[in-house]
């Protein structure tokens, strides 16, 4: 290298990389791309040189850089496991917090149910009673003297504010007379035939149906239609059921003449006994 290149590469160490390039150097007609890229490696050199004495060593301190990037890798790594530890976290998190709410929304249903069918087993009792005073005001004459009578118009108000009171509280009775059969709320008793009925119409009632809000406390016992009439269409008479119904008739004839005549033969035995007796025979 000339003292001229020499010079021009110190110059480029002095200033961070920038030259200025003689006009008297490049009018002498020398290879300045040359030039340019010798002095640019001698930039990269020199700019390595100094990144390695500015972790105090030298060129084959190159070692301890390997290892640093090897911990940084590492630390990257860890930091990856971090994170989705974290992310598995905050999944468990979450569900334990929509499980908490399900839970808390379940125990408060249940408490409002508790609340709501607290007085449950009263009712049970007391529509024992109730059913006891319906029967005693289907016995009430249906006439003008019992409309005027106070003392059946108090009985009847009494009965009413009981309903009021049952209805208030929600206690409701079902009628089931003429509906259909339903097994949530009827319980059949018996299954007869009855004239004008279809299957599974309810045609009498021992108990009634009560329901405390939505939920039934005592099914109504019933008596189910079958849905077959009562009575059977009388058949024409003919040929073959004649002789049959005269024969069953002359039947009966014979069977009423034996006793009598067993009764003759009786008095006939008794009295042949009696003249035994008088005659002295055995």
């Known amino acids: 290298m000339t003292e001229e290149e020499k010079r021009f ?46 972790f105090g060593g030298k060129e084959k301190d190159h070692k301890l850089v390997k290892e640093l990037e090897e911990k940084v ?41 508790k609340i ?30 019992s409309e005027n009578n106070p003392f059946i118009q108090g009985i009847k108000n009494l009965g009413a504010k009981f309903d009021n009171i049952c209805n208030k509280h929600g206690l409701v009775c079902i009628s089931s007379i003429g ?5 949530s709320i009827h319980q059949a008793m018996s299954m007869i035939n009855v004239d004008g009925k279809e299957a599974n119409e309810i045609v009498a009632e021992y108990v009634k149906c009560y329901k405390l809000h939505d939920r039934v406390i005592r099914p109504a016992m019933v008596v189910v239609a079958s849905g077959i ?3 059977k269409p009388e058949e024409p008479e003919t040929e073959e059921t004649a002789e049959s119904t005269e024969q069953a008739e002359a039947e009966e004839n014979k069977v009423e003449e034996q006793p009598e005549t067993t009764a003759e033969n009786a008095e006939n035995v008794s009295e042949t006994a009696e003249n035994n007796e008088e005659n002295g025979n055995c």
């Open 73 to 113: 890798a590492k630390v990257e790594e860890q930091l990856k496991l971090k994170d989705d530890r974290i992310a598995e976290l905050e999944s468990s998190v979450k569900s334990l917090v929509a499980e908490n709410r399900n839970q808390k929304t379940r125990i408060e249903n249940e408490f409002r149910s």
């Open 9 to 54: 590469s110190e110059e480029l160490r002095d200033n961070g990389g920038a030259i200025e390039i003689d006009e008297n150097l490049a009018d002498s007609g020398s290879d300045l791309q040359a030039l340019a890229d010798e002095l640019g490696g001698e930039t990269e050199k020199a700019k390595k040189k100094h990144f390695f004495n500015k």
């Open 179 to 183: 509906e259909k059969f339903d097994p």
């Open 229 to 231: 009439p009562a009575t």
């Open 116 to 145: 709501k069918f607290a007085v449950e087993d009263f009712f049970k009792d007391f529509i024992t009673v109730k059913d006891d005073f319906d029967k005693a005001m289907e016995f009430i004459p249906k006439n003008e003297e």
